[in-house]
């Protein structure tokens, strides 16, 4: 076997300062983490730019635009009902950020040379402050609108006193462990797909450099396969997305209707 | 006396049987919500929210499963 491939799925994830050096605790560093959500920005802004114009007759830029709004819209009206408009700029962002921070983790701007893209969902502390953002609005809107009377939250309507002492228990932790699920189903989900990617690009490579017939054969399985989940992955990327805005949705819904 | 580099990659394998229990959740979810849509498809729109929020759920436990052996594999 010629020389060994060895190649780190996990450093694709690593966050490396661009301007400014991590040493002596410099918090305020621009990072390729920064670098990358500065490009989401500037990609979602151009797209709705080019979809804002409010044409009577929407043109194509528009109905795509229109289209994702739409979707966001009728789903907090399905999901919480009139109230529900309110809370669309926020899982607006949150769906719209996702989707494109995922879709930029996939795209293949490493062929260009010097180039490495960076997921930025990929990472527990972005995940996480979307999630708590979610999770404090939850707060925020259920004891503004129901003060104290919130905690009937865990208390299903008719339980016998028996059940409650189990059902209640349960209700809190799952009510508090939300957070923490919806911003490490996001983030495992990134990691786990893009290490599946670069494992089988590590094969490829491995396969071509080997000698004897099995490692091109290795390596065109290994190309299909990883042709086959990209496929899959361009699906989660938009799956995620939707079920983190769907989750939020639900849990505003709960702060809002109180069951 | 297992070595700690093997009863690493024993471990992360056996945390791996996790992701596959999962993907067979994620096939029931799916599964079940084709055969109540293909009896009744008017009502099967409606019940889109559900699916998919039983489709994360089932899908967290296998994610939580890989998220341990990639622990196993690198912070241990």
Do not use: C, D
């Given at each position: 076997m010629a020389a060994e491939t060895k190649i780190d799925p996990m450093h694709q994830f690593q966050i490396d300062p661009i301007?400014?050096?991590?040493?002596?605790?410099?918090?305020?560093v621009f990072t390729n983490s920064a670098l990358w959500m500065l490009i989401v920005l500037a990609t979602i802004w151009l797209f709705m730019l080019g979809g804002?114009?409010?044409?009577?007759?929407?043109?194509r830029w528009q109905v795509a635009v229109e289209g994702i709004t739409g979707f966001i819209t009728s789903m907090l009206d399905a999901n919480v009902g009139p109230e529900g408009r309110k809370y669309v700029p926020w899982v607006f962002t949150v769906f719209i950020f996702i989707l494109v921070a995922n879709l930029m983790g996939l795209m293949?701007?490493?062929?260009?040379?010097?180039v490495h893209p960076f997921t930025v969902t990929s990472q527990f502390t972005i995940t996480g402050v979307m999630a708590l953002i979610s999770f404090g609005i939850v707060l925020a809107v259920g004891f503004w609108k129901h003060g104290l009377h919130f905690f009937s939250l865990f208390v299903p309507a008719g339980t016998p006193f028996v059940l409650k002492l189990l059902i209640v228990p349960i209700e809190v932790v799952s009510f508090l462990v939300r957070p923490f699920s919806l911003a490490l189903r996001l983030f495992v989900a990134m990691i786990a797909g893009h290490i599946l990617i670069k494992v089988f690009g590590n094969f490829i490579v491995g396969g071509l450099n080997a000698?004897?017939?099995m490692g091109p054969a290795i390596s065109l399985l290994s190309f299909v396969f990883i042709v086959g989940v990209s496929a899959l992955e361009l699906l989660v990327s938009a799956i995620q997305a939707y079920v983190f805005a769907l989750l939020t949705s639900l849990y505003i819904n709960d702060a809002v209707n109180l069951h | 006396m297992m070595s700690l580099e093997a009863a690493k990659v024993i471990g992360a394998g056996l945390a791996a049987i996790g992701v596959g229990a999962a993907a067979a959740g994620v096939g029931i979810v799916f599964g079940s919500f084709l055969q109540g849509a293909l009896r009744n498809p008017a009502a099967a729109d409606g019940q889109q929210g559900r699916l998919f929020i039983g489709f994360a759920a089932a899908e967290l436990l296998g994610l939580i499963a890989f998220a341990v052996a990639m622990i196993i594999l690198y912070a241990v």
């Open positions: 301007f400014g050096s991590l040493a002596n605790g410099n918090p305020f804002m114009k409010r044409a009577l007759v929407p043109g293949p701007f490493g062929i260009i040379p010097g000698e004897g017939l | -």
